[in-house]
T-cell receptor, first 109, second 114 residues
Framework: GQNIDQPTEMTATEGAIVQINCTYQ??????LFWYQQHAGEAPTFLSY??LDGLEEKGRFSSFLSRSKGYSYLLLKELQMKDSASYLC??????????WGAGTKLIIKP | ETGVTQTPRHLVMGMTNKKSLKCEQH?????MYWYKQSAKKPLELMFV???????ENNSVPSRFSPECPNSSHLFLHLHTLQPEDSALYLC?????????????FGPGTRLLVL
């Protein structure tokens, strides 16, 4: 079956750096997405990786290794507003999005 | 209005009620989606419409009935729901089905079935 694994919860300190990992086993691969979801709100798009390597976008970066079935989202200079759930999703060979259960990130002062 | 909107934001219904959820997208997209989000579980894709035609139905119970009258509007009709159907129902849209286009989500309807 298809599966996306990411940690359930992580805690980090304001101003620090945190890395949220995502591993996947899917039927084919056509891109990996990261979304941010604040409690009670819509998921919002953060990043998209389809080729190996690092994509940087301000304080957020996303890395992909297709051979390892692995991605991470790196958040730098953490702010309290970064407290949210981070969802990893992989598009399979049928172009269907397979979602992880999300990682709840708690930022402490 | 911009983006993807959903109404109502909150809904409480009994198991014998009939209600409808509404989604509207203002992004010019041609694909729309219904998802169910339960606590600590992955998003579950329920229905997909591409160019107003249903292209996917992931074994969703018949008590959920989608309707897509045009590319900007999507409804989810609910009747005789069960308490386990209580969840956040998210609508999303994208530019194309099968491409690399990103899905954009509405704020969701928080549904409680008593």
């Amino acid at each position: 079956g298809q599966n996306i694994d990411q940690p359930t919860e992580m805690t980090a300190t304001e101003g620090a750096i945190v890395q949220i990992n995502c591993t996947y086993q899917t039927s084919g691969f056509n891109g990996l997405f990261w979304y941010q979801q604040h409690a009670g709100e819509a998921p919002t798009f953060l990043s998209y990786n389809v080729l190996d390597g690092l994509e940087e976008k301000g304080r957020f970066s996303s890395f992909l290794s297709r051979s390892k079935g692995y991605s991470y989202l790196l958040l730098k200079e953490l702010q309290m507003k970064d407290s949210a759930s981070y969802l990893c999703a992989v598009r399979d060979s049928n172009y269907q999005l397979i979602w992880g259960a999300g990682t709840k990130l708690i930022i402490k002062p | 209005e911009t983006g993807v909107t959903q109404t109502p934001r909150h809904l409480v219904m009994g198991m014998t009620n009939k209600k409808s959820l509404k989604c509207e997208q203002h992004l010019g997209h041609n694909a729309m989606y219904w998802y169910k989000q339960s606590a600590k579980k992955p998003l579950e894709l329920m229905f997909v419409y591409s160019l107003e035609e249903r292209v996917e139905n992931n074994s969703v119970p018949s008590r959920f009935s989608p309707e897509c009258p045009n590319s900007s509007h999507l409804f989810l009709h609910l009747h005789t729901l069960q308490p386990e159907d209580s969840a956040l129902y998210l609508c999303a849209s994208s530019q194309a089905r099968g491409g690399s286009e990103t899905q954009y989500f509405g704020p969701g309807t928080r549904l409680l079935v008593l």
